[in-house]
């Protein structure tokens, strides 16, 4: 299936076949394959926490408006942020590690570490929940489309009291909430929804 199909034909399912067992690995590669997805300065901030234990996933229900998915998926993953990316030795690291596999020389790695430094440096918070959501979503949206191409269906939630789903899931305090995942096979087609003309959400030189 090719993409343009994969988009043409995904759907949010809300209603999953709570007897389908979808396997770790399979999860696992899919994510490893959405860690490629563009992040700002390569600091790779985007953390998934796999929720396979029933006990956790009922807290999470409470914690999520009650939304069936999170009980009846195969798979429910928890998209985070994490605000240590930010952080120097973060920075340095994955710079040195690209430089020691031969990926640029010197001169480029310090370039590349130090603007990353500066960028970071000072910035607000909101600043870097608006960078922690972005790469987040990038993430998120790749998973699903590689999720989608593997047969399975997929929704993603942010109607959830962020606060008790923290502390449900004993999730520390230097992350950040991007939105849940939820994975598996539908037991209903989601139903199709519409989107507006092209015409009207793109602009060419001026916004009007």
């Given at each position: 299936m090719?993409?343009?199909n994969?988009?043409l034909?995904r759907?949010?399912v809300r209603?999953?076949n709570?007897n389908?067992?979808?396997a ?6 899919a994510?490893?394959?959405?860690s490629?997805?563009p992040n ?5 901030s985007?953390?998934?926490l ?8 009922t ?9 069936e ?5 195969s798979?429910l993953?928890?998209v985070?942020?994490d605000y240590r ?6 920075i ?8 020691e ?8 790695k310090?370039l590349?570490?130090d603007a990353a ?8 918070h909101?600043?870097?929940v608006?960078?922690?959501v972005?790469?987040?979503s990038l993430?998120?949206m790749?998973l699903?489309?590689l999720?989608?191409?593997k047969?399975?269906?997929?929704i993603?939630?942010s109607g ?7 502390e449900a899931?004993d999730?520390p305090?230097h992350?950040?909430?991007?939105m849940?995942?939820s994975?598996?096979?539908?037991a209903?087609?989601?139903?199709a929804t519409?989107?507006h003309p ?5 602009f060419v030189?001026?916004?009007?």
């Open positions: 090719t993409l343009k994969i988009i034909s759907k949010s209603h999953y709570p389908v067992i979808i770790r690995k399979e999860i696992l590669d994510i490893e394959l959405a490629k997805s700002g300065n390569n600091i790779q985007t953390r998934y796999l929720i396979e234990d029933k006990a956790l996933r807290k999470v229900r409470a914690a999520a408006n009650n939304q998915q999170v009980e009846t998926s798979y993953i928890f985070l942020g990316a930010f952080e120097t030795a973060n340095r690291a994955i710079q040195d590690e690209a430089f596999k031969g990926y640029f020389n010197q001169e480029i310090s590349l570490t430094i500066v960028y970071y440096q000072g910035m607000s909101q600043g870097y608006k960078e922690l972005r790469d987040g993430a998120a790749s699903v489309l999720l989608n191409e047969g399975y269906q997929t993603t939630m959830y009291d962020k606060t008790a789903l923290f899931l999730i305090e992350y950040e909430d991007i849940l995942l994975v598996g096979k539908g209903e087609d989601g139903h519409v989107r092209v015409e009207e959400i793109t030189n001026a916004i009007e």
